[in-house]
C-alpha cells in the first residue's frame, strides 16, 4: 500500500462548478498536508497548507484533513479555466530541514468554459 | 516565478550516458530537495542536501548521486542512464527553519534518454 493515494482523474466540470479532491494517506505520523497546483510543463507551487486536522480557507479553496480518517480534501467553490491543472496532495511528518515531502500521483482537473 | 533555478530545461542523451542536473536555490535558502516525477510514480523525493551536508535520502538510485556546493547550489548528477530514468527532475528549496511546506519548487529538467 502507498503510503499516500490520490485518484489521478481525469477530472472535467464546467465553469462554476464545485470541485472536491482528495487524498487518503496510512502514515499516522504525517502532521503537515499540503496542496500543490501545477501547470503543464511547470513546477509545483503551493496552493495550501494545514498543520494536523481542521480546516483552512483562502478565497475560493477549502482544505479540509480528517487525520482519524485519514483523509484530507480540497475544495474549489466557483471554478474557472485558470483552474485547470494537475492538483498534488503532499504530506510531511516532519518540521525544519528534514521536511521532505511525500506525494500523491496528482488529479488533473480540466474546467471546461 | 518560485526564485528557485535549473538548469538546462531539456536534456535529451542516449542509454548509458552521465548527465549533470544544476540547481540554485532561492537566496538566502540553505536546504535543496530534488525529486522525480514520472507517470509511473508521480512526484518522489530523492535526496536533500542542507548547507552542503546529506540530511535525508528517499529513493534515490544508487547510479545517481548529488552534493551540494558552497554557494549553496545543488547538481544532480545521474550516471548509466536507463530509458525508464526519463523523467522531470525537479529541485525545491527552504530555509533552515522552514516547515515543511515552504519549499518552493523550481521549474524543472525535462530528462528524455533514447
Known amino acids: 500500500q502507498k503510503e499516500v493515494e490520490q485518484d489521478p482523474g481525469p477530472l472535467s466540470v464546467p465553469e462554476g462548478a464545485i470541485v472536491s479532491l482528495n487524498c487518503t494517506y496510512s502514515n499516522s505520523a504525517f502532521q503537515y498536508f499540503m496542496w500543490y497546483r501545477q501547470y503543464s510543463r511547470k513546477g509545483p507551487e503551493l496552493l495550501m497548507y494545514t498543520y494536523s486536522s481542521g480546516n483552512k480557507e483562502d478565497g475560493r479553496f477549502t482544505a479540509q484533513v480528517d487525520k482519524s480518517s485519514k483523509y484530507i480534501s480540497l475544495f474549489i467553490r466557483d471554478s474557472q479555466p485558470s483552474d485547470s491543472a494537475t492538483y498534488l496532495c503532499a504530506m510531511s511528518g516532519r518540521r525544519g530541514s528534514q521536511g521532505n515531502l511525500i506525494f500523491g500521483k496528482g488529479t488533473k482537473l480540466s474546467v471546461k468554459p | 516565478d518560485s526564485g528557485v533555478t535549473q538548469t538546462p530545461k531539456h536534456l535529451i542523451t542516449a542509454t548509458g550516458q552521465r548527465v549533470t542536473l544544476r540547481c540554485s536555490p532561492r537566496?538566502?535558502?540553505?536546504?535543496v530537495y530534488w525529486y522525480q516525477q514520472s507517470l509511473d510514480q508521480g512526484l518522489q523525493f530523492l535526496i536533500q542536501y542542507y548547507n552542503g551536508e546529506e540530511r535525508a535520502k528517499g529513493n534515490i538510485l544508487e547510479r545517481f548521486s548529488a552534493q551540494q556546493f558552497p554557494d549553496l547550489h545543488s547538481e544532480l548528477n545521474l550516471s548509466s542512464l536507463e530509458l525508464g530514468d526519463s523523467a522531470l527532475y525537479f529541485c525545491?528549496?527552504?530555509?533552515?527553519?522552514?516547515?515543511?511546506?515552504?519549499?518552493?519548487f523550481g521549474p524543472g529538467t525535462r530528462l528524455t534518454v533514447t
Open positions: 525545491a528549496s527552504s530555509d533552515s527553519t522552514g516547515t515543511p511546506y515552504e519549499q518552493y
Open positions: 537566496s538566502g535558502d540553505l536546504s
